[in-house]
């Protein structure tokens, strides 16, 4: 099985379907060639490990960190997964998993729960937004990383997990017993605002979020009892995903011509083209983005702004313009490797450079608080930049730096913390995107309040 995908360093989601890999005519190779002699040196080192070391060893685990040392080296976005991680993987590209169904945020040195999922033994049990996690089954989390926590809290269906949780107003600590339960996480959220205004927001791109994106469609449509003036869609903090669902959701964006291309060592190996009549392919659009909108949700973001369809909003994206084709391999591992560039329908290689904003709203406020916003043409080792330098210089630039909200700010992980009227807002993104669709920006770069 090979699957492609789009995936930062932070993501956690996978690909589509490919039949790129290999090709070309067969050819005689040396000895000094073959893969067999660089086996054979590895069988070396081996041996002389396992003779000699100063303690047992144990061989899988060499093996495993030789394949994980060979791929890790090639760039940050291809790497080897053992069985263990080979699942997790699966699960979260599938969008469901057993667990206790809690959105973390990692905030200093405690995990701050940002929405338990509706349904959920967290929501049924009382977690709030707000609350602190404190300890899992008696262990502490404090200062520990996001993904170790959250391993600990997923696990088989029917198994119990216990959660200490501090909560404001309450002196002591409040414990919860849950009881883990096969979680679907939701990837897209949808609120409808002031003017007939249809928000919808993408969280990740997975399994059967084009699915959800039309359902959502449908069920604003119902409230606004007829079409809407506009769509604000939401790509921010999106760390990219699916790339069939990716294709699959811009196409409702748009009545015809091409998403984007995918090419494998200078050559096209693919091309996703838009059909018409679209859920939103008549309707004014914003698309948010920020500096956390990465490989799947720029070529989204890429795609409506070739065609002229949206109007893009915030800070210049991520960069991630890789594609990484993911291999099942035997015994229950699987590699994911680097094998393609995306292209933007007009050609605009993403890659170390991103999807710039046609009105950039600046912040003198970092949103992780580091005072550096890290993106792809800072990971050591990522694949160089392509194309010409072009004129990427914004039509408005705005400045949101003496605002309560930031570029990067978004209310909650939850479209029920969007206000029907964005103008109440501190999201000041949010609120720049609300007045285009309203007709209230004005050409001189007024805003009004």
Same mark, same amino acid.
């Given at each position: 099985?090979?699957?492609t995908?789009?995936?930062?360093?932070?993501?956690?989601?996978?690909?589509?379907?490919?039949?790129?890999?290999?090709g070309?005519?067969?050819?005689?190779?040396?000895?000094?060639?073959?893969? /067999?002699?660089?086996?054979?040196?590895?069988?070396?080192?081996?041996?002389?490990?396992?003779?000699? +070391?100063?303690?047992?060893?144990?061989?899988?685990?060499?093996?495993?960190?030789?394949i994980?040392?060979?791929?890790?080296?090639?760039?940050?976005?291809s790497? +080897?997964?053992?069985?263990?991680?080979?699942?997790l993987?699966?699960?979260?590209?599938e969008?469901?998993?057993?667990g206790?169904?809690?959105?973390?945020?990692?905030?200093?040195?405690?995990?701050?729960?940002?929405?338990?999922?509706?349904?959920?033994?967290?929501?049924r049990?009382?977690?709030?937004?707000?609350?602190?996690?404190?300890?899992i089954?008696?262990?502490?989390?404090?200062?520990? &990383?996001?993904?170790?926590?959250?391993?600990?809290?997923?696990?088989?269906?029917?198994?119990?997990?216990?959660?200490?949780?501090?909560?404001?107003?309450?002196?002591?600590?409040?414990?919860?017993?849950l009881?883990?339960?096969?979680?679907?996480?939701?990837?897209?959220?949808?609120?409808?605002?002031?003017?007939?205004?249809? /928000?919808?927001r993408? &969280?990740?791109?997975?399994?059967?979020?084009?699915?959800?994106?039309v359902?959502?469609a449908? &069920?604003?449509?119902?409230?606004?009892k007829g079409?809407?003036?506009?769509?604000?869609?939401?790509?921010?903090?999106?760390?990219?995903?699916?790339?069939?669902?990716?294709?699959?959701?811009?196409?409702? $964006?748009?009545?015809?011509?091409?998403?984007?291309?995918?090419?494998?060592?200078?050559?096209v190996?693919d091309?996703?083209?838009a059909?018409?009549g679209?859920?939103?392919?008549?309707?004014?659009?914003?698309?948010?983005?920020?500096?956390?909108?990465?490989?799947?949700?720029?070529?989204?973001?890429?795609?409506?702004?070739d065609h002229?369809?949206?109007?893009?909003?915030?800070?210049?994206? $991520?960069? &991630?313009?890789?594609?990484?084709?993911?291999i099942?391999?035997?015994?229950?591992?699987?590699l994911?490797?680097?094998?393609?560039? /995306? +292209?933007?329908?007009?050609?605009?290689?993403?890659?170390?450079?991103?999807?710039?904003?046609?009105?950039?709203?600046?912040?003198?406020?970092?949103?992780?608080?580091?005072?550096?916003?890290?993106?792809?043409?800072?990971?050591?080792g990522?694949?160089?930049?392509?194309g010409?330098?072009?004129?990427?210089?914004?039509?408005?630039?705005?400045?949101?730096?003496?605002?309560?909200?930031?570029?990067?700010?978004?209310?909650?992980?939850?479209?029920?913390?969007?206000?029907?009227?964005?103008?109440?807002?501190?999201? $000041?993104?949010?609120?720049?995107?609300?007045?285009?669709?309203?007709?209230?920006?004005?050409?001189?770069?007024?805003v009004v309040?």
């Amino acid at each position: 099985m090979k699957r492609t995908l789009f995936f930062t360093l932070v993501a956690f989601i996978g690909g589509m379907s490919t039949t790129f890999l290999g090709g070309g005519p067969a050819r005689a190779t040396s000895s000094e060639e073959s893969p /067999y002699a660089a086996i054979g040196q590895l069988g070396r080192v081996l041996v002389q490990v396992e003779n000699n +070391y100063v303690e047992p060893v144990d061989r899988a685990r060499l093996v495993n960190g030789a394949i994980v040392g060979m791929v890790g080296e090639l760039d940050p976005h291809s790497s +080897y997964l053992p069985p263990h991680e080979w699942k997790l993987f699966q699960s979260e590209t599938e969008g469901k998993f057993g667990g206790v169904g809690i959105e973390v945020d990692a905030r200093g040195d405690l995990l701050t729960v940002i929405a338990p999922i509706e349904g959920s033994p967290a929501a049924r049990a009382g977690i709030r937004s707000g609350d602190k996690i404190l300890a899992i089954d008696n262990e502490s989390a404090v200062g520990d &990383k996001l993904d170790r926590v959250v391993r600990k809290m997923r696990g088989t269906p029917g198994t119990h997990v216990k959660l200490a949780i501090r909560r404001e107003g309450h002196k002591e600590a409040l414990v919860f017993d849950l009881v883990r339960e096969i979680v679907h996480v939701p990837s897209v959220a949808s609120k409808l605002l002031d003017g007939r205004v249809a /928000y919808v927001r993408i &969280k990740q791109f997975q399994e059967h979020t084009h699915d959800e994106l039309v359902a959502a469609a449908g &069920k604003l449509r119902t409230e606004a009892k007829g079409t809407f003036s506009g769509v604000i869609l939401d790509l921010r903090n999106d760390p990219g995903g699916l790339v069939d669902e990716a294709a699959e959701t811009a196409d409702e $964006f748009l009545n015809g011509g091409t998403i984007y291309t995918m090419r494998h060592r200078g050559q096209v190996i693919d091309e996703a083209r838009a059909r018409s009549g679209g859920a939103f392919a008549d309707l004014p659009v914003v698309v948010l983005v920020n500096e956390y909108s990465a490989s799947a949700s720029e070529l989204v973001a890429g795609a409506l702004q070739d065609h002229k369809r949206a109007t893009i909003v915030g800070a210049n994206t $991520f960069g &991630k313009g890789s594609v990484q084709s993911i291999i099942e391999l035997p015994g229950g591992a699987g590699l994911r490797l680097t094998t393609a560039r /995306y +292209y933007t329908p007009s050609g605009r290689a993403i890659q170390a450079d991103g999807v710039h904003p046609d009105i950039v709203v600046e912040t003198s406020r970092v949103p992780d608080g580091t005072g550096f916003v890290l993106r792809e043409r800072d990971l050591e080792g990522h694949l160089p930049a392509e194309g010409l330098p072009r004129d990427t210089k914004p039509r408005l630039s705005l400045d949101a730096g003496a605002l309560d909200g930031a570029a990067g700010d978004i209310e909650g992980s939850s479209a029920r913390n969007i206000p029907t009227d964005p103008m109440t807002s501190n999201d $000041f993104a949010l609120r720049i995107g609300f007045q285009l669709l309203r007709g209230q920006l004005l050409r001189s770069g007024t805003v009004v309040k």
